[in-house]
């Protein structure tokens, strides 16, 4: 009988824990061995000498074909969003299903299916964004949705509409310590913010650069305390999005070494953008505008002090793409718009592993098995998918990257497959690059040229997180 569809041979293959020369038998969807010369005469064999084998990106935090307000439309749907999240080494992602108000949680994931059918060239699985938590999407929707794998919510202290109040939040923190959810919360102050951006637009400040002086680290950080409180309060776990600095990270970690569990995320628009960014000439830096907004050379090192320390746990990419040009995107209102009008949001779902690997392991701030922990074995531990996805072992899918450390690549907009028509990364020169990806046991990229197919990508059902609070 046929022992191995594929056999990975001659790399070095990095998880979390282990960097180590073996060769990946392949059977179906699954690896089912991990050793020194195997061998299948009928096995299609994959030359990795001199390549990293690692487990498939896992980006947990994306925006893909999400509805953004009146006007506003994502530059990528499932098709360019996923297609481009494989080019970049991906293998697993996590869009939100966002639930519009007067909707109840079931609907809005069945609308997320829809957009999705058919068209993921990678798989998929969503979080359910909160914004209007009646006492029956709390008391009866979410047993029911994390009892079909729904296990992940993602709720907003700002923006209009959207925000919850504290004694909403702290509702929500109660169901989710009832039936066992995870809940993600994205911390800047709704009343900090509005008077910022009240004082900004009466001073006649309109310009994209207006956007980071309406959000200060102290809007962020109070907000990023206020969270670790009343999860504090209700005794559950809690995660941070897109932690932007020092001061909200300070708060994280001062919770962390309280033994609470909190735990955190970060981007690569932290480690490489600046507030700077976003007052380039003209209404340039409305491509950087993205919230929180990048930050200052100190907030760089602290969010790099972060990753290394462990006080990050995930490194997402946050991918928010809205086009630069034309009627739908950031500046769909002209030149003359005003920062909160720009659509919110930055593309990066395609260089978030080359970013991390060159920035971070080329650089010696974080180890290969760092990289593979902050890219994807964590978030798929985080998120109930471990150990199906996120690592290479026997039993596990059959999500491989064959990373090639030493390629040199300038980042540009033309070797991008997102659909977005920038990226804020223009010219930056990366080394190392993801050359060939299998999904579940299918090679979708072989040497840098794709080989998958649209709709290969499948909704993943996931556990309840193991630091769900257990019911
Ligand atoms: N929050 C996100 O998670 N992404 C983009 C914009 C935002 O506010
Ligand atoms: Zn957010
Ligand atoms: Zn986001």
């Not at 994306?62 to 439309?73: E, T």
């Not at 033994?259 to 003209?282: H, N, R, S, V, W």
């Amino acid at each position: 009988m046929k022992q191995f569809d594929t056999i990975i041979r001659g790399g070095t293959v990095v998880t979390a824990g282990d960097t180590i020369q073996c060769d990946v038998g392949i059977k179906g969807e699954k690896i089912i061995a991990l050793g020194s010369n195997l061998e299948d005469d009928s096995a299609k064999v994959i030359d990795a000498t001199g390549l990293l084998v690692m487990p498939g990106g896992i980006d947990s935090h994306v925006h893909i074909d999400q509805a953004s307000g009146p006007g506003i439309v994502m530059a990528d749907d499932f098709d360019t969003g996923t297609l481009s999240a494989l080019c970049g080494g991906n293998t697993t992602v996590m869009p939100f299903a966002f639930q519009e108000k007067g909707q109840s949680l079931r609907e809005a994931v069945n609308d997320y299916h829809e957009k999705a059918k058919g068209k993921s060239w990678i798989d998929h699985s969503f979080h359910i964004i909160i914004s209007d938590p009646t006492p029956q999407a709390l008391g009866q929707e979410i047993p029911a949705m994390v009892n079909d794998g729904y296990t992940s919510f993602k709720v907003y202290m700002t923006y209009e509409g959207l925000h919850l109040n504290d004694r909403e939040i702290i509702d929500l923190l109660a169901s989710a310590r009832q039936h066992g959810a995870f809940i993600m919360v994205h911390a800047e102050g709704y009343d900090t913010l509005r008077y910022m951006i009240e004082q900004l637009e009466s001073d006649g400040c309109t310009k994209p650069f207006g956007h980071a002086l309406s959000r200060p680290q102290v809007v962020e950080r109070e907000a990023t305390h206020r969270a670790i409180s009343l999860a504090e309060f209700i005794d559950v776990p809690m995660l941070l999005v897109h932690v932007s600095g020092r001061e909200p990270m300070e708060q994280i970690r001062w919770a962390q070494q309280r033994g609470l569990k909190i735990f955190a995320e970060t981007c690569p628009q932290y480690l490489l953008l600046t507030a700077d960014d976003l007052d380039k000439d003209g209404m340039e830096g409305a491509k950087y505008i993205c919230s929180p907004p990048p930050r200052d050379p100190d907030s760089q090192k602290a969010c790099w002090e972060g990753l290394q320390q462990g006080v990050f746990q995930i490194f997402s990419s946050d991918h928010c793409p809205f086009l630069i040009e034309g009627t739908t995107g950031k500046l769909r209102e002209g030149d003359k718009t005003t920062f909160q009008r720009v659509a919110n949001g930055v593309p990066g779902i395609e260089t978030r592993l080359p970013i991390l690997f060159s920035e971070g392991v080329k650089k010696g701030r974080i180890d290969l098995n760092q990289f593979v922990a902050l890219s994807s074995t964590n978030h798929a531990k985080m998120y109930g998918l471990y150990p199906r996805k996120g690592t290479i072992a026997v039993g596990s899918d059959a999500d491989i990257t064959l990373w090639d450390p030493d390629k040199k690549v300038t980042i540009t907009q033309d070797i991008l497959h997102h659909g977005c028509d920038y990226t804020p990364y223009e010219g930056l020169e990366v080394t190392g690059w993801p050359v060939t990806v299998l999904s579940r046991g299918t090679l979708v990229m072989k040497n840098g040229k794709v080989t998958g197919k649209r709709g290969h990508g499948c909704y993943l059902s996931r556990d309840k997180s193991p630091h769900a609070t257990v019911p």
